[in-house]
């Protein structure tokens, strides 16, 4: 209960931030709808995963860099709840290929994945999410496209479609068409893998009159006005470039209802045109409410008269949020009549500039680049930021999705997104009304009103790892297969015990803090328990997926000279640095256990051996009283706080896991235990009480299964992932090792964890490789207020001209 009511705290707090916005107008219902949907937002924070790859393509037997920022859905501040990460590579069926856990510390993270030899050459992707945001739409974990090779198996050829399938879908302005009321309604039409078509088109009647014409802007997406009258039917003619004429339905109109027109004014201004058919009779007047959010913020509420069936309401764009804002008209009994978005172009606050020593490089070369950034024209340092350097060339392009398109744009919007750096890389009057386009078409889903106005919360049955992995499960007996219920059990996982209870179900979690990859860990039961039982995990991956689609990767012939460069480079790096590319950064260890600092500790290296531990604990540890009772020993501890001897057993442990019978550790061999530490009070360990804690641990710290606890039950089990240093080779004067092999590297440097300092600037070095190109910097980061920003550099490498390597 403590970390469900953590997590709502957090939100309380953090939606303090948030201003309490005033109605123009209205009465106290239409504001406890705008007091329903902050109290949504605080029992509902908004998590957002972005992760920067090293490079968009990869062959089988490389390892994938990547760096991973979680921040808030609203401000886009790094935001430190969940400290762990699921990330998944899927192929085009949803099947997992590789799969992860990453510790996420203040919102940031890194890890690796090697790409295995298995897997198909094809089209993949990569997603990542919390363990929180599995409660709502999948729709809204981070996602992008992944392309690998593999020299050692073909290309998974698609069936070629006998003829071209088009998704064809309509979006009228508001939701919904209304019989003779004008609308703007948008349109996109795309292939079977999310591609926009050029077209031209018709809107024709039932008697096969031509109404309007119309035609994509860009990506397939565009807009037109159109008037549907009653007793009439309509559809869209669609006519593509090699393909046949395809006819659609235009969505049917409904008979009365309220429709929206938002237009844009010279003078930086919005204006929302409302018009509402069929009045009560002798009713001139109604209102309707206008509420406008951005991402969960109230930025404008307005009570709106329409006179006639028809009003105008103007308002300034500044009142909106950088962004995605959502308009909605309420009617006058409180339902949600229309609605649409608006994106309003964030200001680029934070500058990142790359300056590197030469703009041409020869092979071996190295390369000193300086990173200076600027916030509102200020130096500003400690952004967190990650650096990919690579080469471009037909196999490899510059990463069109970027931390700046995917926070402001991609990551509340539903659905595959064409081309996202087009919207923030260009600028004029096309942009701007291509990405008005795309917002009538990509509905914003991370709320629904249903769920906001209804009088009972929603129950989340994912809760945040704000502390580490929440390992979950089923006890269960082992032949009935029937669940144990109310049962103490512990998992000890590198030295660490945690505890849980098994509910009525069988069900048990136990909430650790993020051990990293053991290659076991050990449950048992509470001594109490004299029985077997089963354990088997929950999945921690997510079962739902989003209906992005991705396309196949075609690979023309012409490629076939740079994927056997690329195949054998990738081959060379493995055969001669195979330890390089498989060193690990060690976890900071730990000395104490669990129960944290021991009351008093015996190192039995400090004393003359014993040849039974029968005579080291009578001998060597004074406060613990060993004894033998009807044939069993049994042990006490000294009450430091009474002065007293306990009247029960202390909690024994036996290299971190607990102990049932003394007596198994009396025939331990003495010789290779290495400590023996004492709690000499009350501990409290789950539910359970005990008098005090004796400890004993061997030097190698694992000998628990090996006959001490016979009935402890061992399964491997992934943890958290180890980090794997990135090795690229140094060819400084003297430096001969690495002279005379190969280096065929198309990646020549990554760093997930570059920060500014005080000045603002940040310098980087390293050697090219014996690829000539040109390569590419791609630098991405965010600071501590929320603001984002990507960068790119290029510059290029030749051999050198005497011909030395």
């Not at 709502?136 to 981070?142: H, L, M, N, P, V």
């Not at 290309?155 to 609308?183: H, M």
Request: net charge negative; glycine share 8%.
């Amino acid at each position: 209960m403590n970390r469900i009511i953590k997590i709502f705290i957090y939100a309380a707090l953090f939606s303090g931030l948030i201003p309490v916005f005033q109605f123009a107008y209205g009465q106290a219902e239409w504001k406890g709808i705008s007091g329903k949907l902050s109290e949504y937002g605080r029992l509902n924070l908004q998590e957002k995963i972005f992760v920067h790859t090293d490079k968009p393509m990869y062959f089988a037997g490389e390892i994938m860099w990547f760096k991973v920022y979680c921040v808030d859905g609203t401000f886009h501040k790094p935001v430190d709840i969940s400290k762990v990460v699921y990330i998944e590579l899927l192929d085009k069926d949803n099947k997992a290929v590789l799969q992860g856990k990453i510790a996420l510390e203040n919102g940031s993270g890194s890890g690796s994945l090697i790409i295995p030899t298995s897997v198909n050459t094809g089209s993949y992707h990569l997603r990542a999410y919390t363990n929180w945001m599995r409660n709502f739409d999948a729709e809204f974990y981070f996602e992008k496209n992944i392309r690998v090779i593999n020299t050692l198996k073909s290309v998974e050829r698609a069936q070629k479609d006998k003829e071209e399938t088009l998704d064809i879908q309509f979006f009228p302005e508001g939701g919904n068409l209304v019989e003779n009321l004008e609308s703007r309604v948008a349109f996109r039409v795309v292939d079977k893998n999310g591609k926009g078509k050029d077209f031209s088109g018709e809107v024709v009647d039932e008697n096969g009159k031509v109404i309007s014409e119309f035609k994509p802007l860009k990506f397939g997406i565009g807009s037109f006005l159109f008037k549907p009258l009653s007793g009439h039917s309509y559809y869209a003619s669609i006519k593509s470039e090699g393909s046949e004429i395809i006819n659609s339905q235009i969505p049917a109109a409904i008979n009365q209802g309220i429709v929206m027109k938002l237009t844009g004014n010279d003078d930086d201004s919005l204006t929302i045109h409302i018009e509402q058919s069929q009045l009560n009779p002798g009713q001139n007047s109604s209102a309707v409410y206008l509420m406008v959010y951005t991402r969960q913020i109230l930025k404008l509420g307005q009570e709106i008269q329409l006179l006639n069936g028809k009003g105008d309401y103007t308002f300034s764009k500044s009142l909106l949020g950088e962004g995605i804002s959502q308009l909605t008209l309420f009617n006058s009994m409180g339902q949600a009549a229309c609605e649409r978005l608006y994106f309003i172009r964030p200001d680029q606050k934070l500058k990142i500039e790359v300056v590197t020593d030469s703009e041409h490089y020869f092979t071996r070369q190295k390369v000193n680049l300086a990173l200076n950034a600027t916030c509102a024209g200020s130096a500003i340092d400690n952004i967190d930021m990650s650096v990919a350097v690579y080469k471009l060339d037909s196999m490899q392009s510059v990463d069109p999705v970027n931390i700046l398109n995917y926070l402001w744009l991609s990551s509340d919007l539903k659905g595959n997104i064409e081309s996202p750096d087009y919207y923030f890389s260009n600028h004029g009057k096309e942009v701007d009304e291509a990405m008005d386009n795309l917002m009538l078409t990509h509905g914003w889903r991370r709320f629904k009103w249903s769920e906001i106005l209804s009088e009972k919360p929603a129950e989340q049955a994912f809760l945040p790892e704000y502390e580490g992995f929440i390992l979950s499960g089923l006890l269960s007996k082992p032949l009935s297969k029937l669940p144990v219920s109310g049962l103490q059990v512990y998992l000890n996982a590198n030295g660490k015990l945690y505890s849980g209870t098994s509910s009525d179900k069988g069900l048990v979690s136990f909430y650790t803090k993020g051990f990293q990859d053991p290659s076991h860990i050990v449950f048992l039961a509470s001594c109490k328990y004299d029985s077997s039982f089963n354990f088997d995990f929950d999945n921690p991956y997510s079962a739902e997926f989003s209906s992005r689609t991705y396309p196949p990767l075609h690979l023309s012939k012409n490629l076939k000279n740079d994927i056997t460069r690329y195949s054998i480079g990738m081959q060379a790096q493995n055969i001669y640095y195979p330890k390089e590319l498989n060193q690990f950064l060690e976890p900071p260890s730990d000395s104490l256990l669990f129960y944290g600092k021991p009351d008093i500790t015996y190192f039995l290296d400090d004393y003359t051996r014993f040849g039974t531990m029968e005579e080291v604990i009578t001998e060597y540890v004074r406060d613990a009283f060993l004894q033998k009772r009807k044939g069993k020993f049994q042990v006490k501890l000294l009450n430091v706080e009474q002065n007293a001897i306990f009247d029960e057993e202390p909690l024994i442990l036996f290299d971190g896991l607990p102990v049932c019978d003394i007596g198994k550790i009396i025939d331990f061999d003495p010789l290779r235990l290495r400590k023996i530490e004492l709690i000499k009070r009350k501990y409290n360990l789950g539910s359970e009480e005990f008098d005090g804690v004796i400890s004993f641990s061997t030097y190698h710290g694992n000998e628990v299964v090996s006959g001490i606890n016979p009935n402890a039950l061992l399964l491997k089990f992934e943890g958290l992932q180890k980090q794997r240093q990135f090795f690229s080779p140094v060819y400084e004067a003297g430096q001969t090792e690495m002279a005379h092999m190969p280096d065929y590297r198309n990646l020549l440097f990554w760093s997930a964890d570059v920060k500014t300092r005080h000045d603002g600037r940040n310098g980087i070095s390293f050697f090219t490789s014996d690829l000539e190109g040109d390569y590419v910097i791609m630098v991405q980061g965010i600071t501590t207020t929320g603001v984002a920003a990507c960068t790119t550099k290029t510059f290029s490498v030749s051999g050198k001209t005497d011909g030395s390597k």
